[in-house]
């Protein structure tokens, strides 16, 4: 069984550029989520998706966003990006929405220059 | 908010030699997981905990969660070099959201030959 799996793996955009970042989940998985690891903080959650719809968010400005499509896989966007973006973007995924394991995918890690 | 705070940061033990990983959390504990990152990677599942005084244990590996789920040791025995990386304890509360999990900063563990 495949795990989550993330693109690209690295990503360079400068500031003020947007950058996409993209997740498949387990196959059977409902419900995905991002998280950021940036030097220094720490692993902190940004946004949770299941369904199709948002259904939590960290503590994050609007220009990190993202959405669910149809076969939920997963899409974080980035605008006017920042160097403090630079960090690994880590997508995990769950069963359900009640099903709290959650398995994380490789991640993808932007620097912004 | 909820706060987890993991000791030691940082740990070298010789191949061969036990060691000790420490999570403790500001509130009592929904859920208590550990996961593994190999630097720069994505993290890899190890053991949920969720009942006071549970134990679990997977290979070398055992994870305790106290009594009153407010702290939660990760122990490993004869240490490996395969060991090495970076444990994080990952927790779930009640005022979080029970998606949403808060991390630890982070233990660094070396293993020397």
């Known amino acids: 069984e495949a795990g989550v799996t993330q693109s690209p793996t690295h990503l360079i955009k400068t500031r003020g550029q947007q950058a996409t970042l993209r997740c498949s989940p387990i196959s059977g998985h409902t419900s995905v989520y991002w998280y950021q690891q940036a030097l220094g903080l720490g692993l902190q959650f940004l946004l949770w998706?299941?369904?199709?719809?948002?259904?939590n968010r960290g503590n994050f400005p609007p220009r990190f966003s993202g959405r669910q499509f149809p076969n939920y896989s997963s899409e974080l966007n980035v605008n006017a990006l920042e160097l403090e973006d630079s960090a690994l973007y880590l997508c995990?995924?769950?069963?359900?929405?009640?099903?709290?394991?959650?398995?994380f995918g490789p991640g993808t890690r932007l620097t912004v220059l | 908010s909820q706060e987890l705070e993991q000791s030691p940061q940082s740990l070298i033990v010789q191949e061969g030699k036990n060691l000790t990983i420490n999570c403790t959390s500001s509130?009592?504990?929904?859920?208590l997981y550990w996961y593994k990152q190999k630097y720069g990677e994505g993290l890899i599942f190890l053991m949920m905990?969720?009942?006071?005084?549970e134990e679990k244990s997977h290979e070398k590996i055992t994870a305790k969660l106290d009594e009153k789920k407010q702290q939660s040791s990760l122990h490993i025995t004869a240490s490996q070099p395969s060991h090495a990386g970076i444990y994080l304890c990952g927790a779930q509360g009640a005022d979080t959201g029970f998606q949403k999990l808060v991390f630890g900063t982070g233990t660094r563990l070396l293993v020397s030959p």
């Open positions: 509130k009592t504990l929904y859920g």
């Open positions: 995990a995924s769950s069963l359900t929405a009640g099903v709290v394991e959650q398995f």
């Open positions: 998706y299941d369904e199709g719809e948002e259904r």
């Open positions: 905990l969720q009942k006071g005084g």
